[in-house]
Antibody, heavy 117, light 107 residues
């Protein structure tokens, strides 16, 4: 059963870059036509899709975040990563990674990122 | 960009009730609609995809219908484990959008 695990900095200062990694286990990031997604959820609010990457390296981003987001893939480590630049308090959220097709069927447990000085 | 709305935003119901949640898209999304259940402190769980296909392992009391711009999630007989927040999600033009969510709580 495929599993995803987020990791990265839990506290980021304003204006700095948030960096997270999603490790894929019990399955290959290069298998099938899946997308590898990042989603976030601010405290007490709904879900916001950030973007995804295919194992080929092709990316698609939420237009509202596109200027600040970079998603990359490391096939040798079977993981993918999120960088979000110029963060503000509004970027404080639980960040999830998930496997996708036209839906997202496998999710990580999420990691909390707080933006604060 | 396609916008998603859900109604109601909150629904109070009792165990055994039939519950229906509506999701609307700002333009046609064919059947590219999924539903998720989320409980506090947990990741979302996929319930239904392609508007009406039940994910493996999801109880048959959950069902989905609709196409184009209007979709519904129905729980035929609400169980104690079903009190949660439900989100719809669309996928078109390589982009995903989630609805704002519907919280189902105990009446």
């Amino acid at each position: 059963q495929l599993q995803l695990q987020e990791s990265g900095s839990g506290l980021v200062k304003p204006s700095q870059t948030l960096s997270l990694t999603c490790a894929v286990s019990d399955g290959s990031i290069s298998s099938g036509g899946y997308s590898w997604n990042w989603i976030r959820q601010p405290p007490g609010k709904g879900l916001e899709w950030i973007g995804y990457i295919y194992h080929s390296g092709t990316t698609y981003y939420n237009p509202s975040l596109k200027s600040r987001v970079t998603i990359s893939v490391d096939r040798s480590k079977n993981q993918f990563s999120l960088n979000l630049s110029s963060v503000t308090a509004a970027d404080t959220a639980v960040y999830y990674c998930a496997r996708g097709l036209d839906y997202m069927d496998v999710w990580g447990k999420g990691t909390t990122v707080t933006v604060s000085s | 960009d396609i916008q998603m709305t859900q109604s109601p935003s909150t629904l109070s119901a009792s165990v055994g009730d039939r519950v229906t949640i509506t999701c609307r898209a700002s333009q046609s999304i064919s059947i590219w609609l999924a539903w998720y259940q989320q409980k506090p402190g947990k990741a979302p769980k996929l319930l239904i995809y392609k508007a009406s296909t039940l994910e493996s392992g999801v109880p048959s009391r959950f069902s989905g219908s609709g196409s184009g711009t209007e979709f519904t999630l129905t729980i035929s007989s609400l169980q104690p484990d079903d009190f949660a927040t439900y989100y719809c999600q669309q996928y078109t033009s390589y982009l995903f959008t989630f609805g704002p969510g519907t919280k189902v709580d105990i009446k």
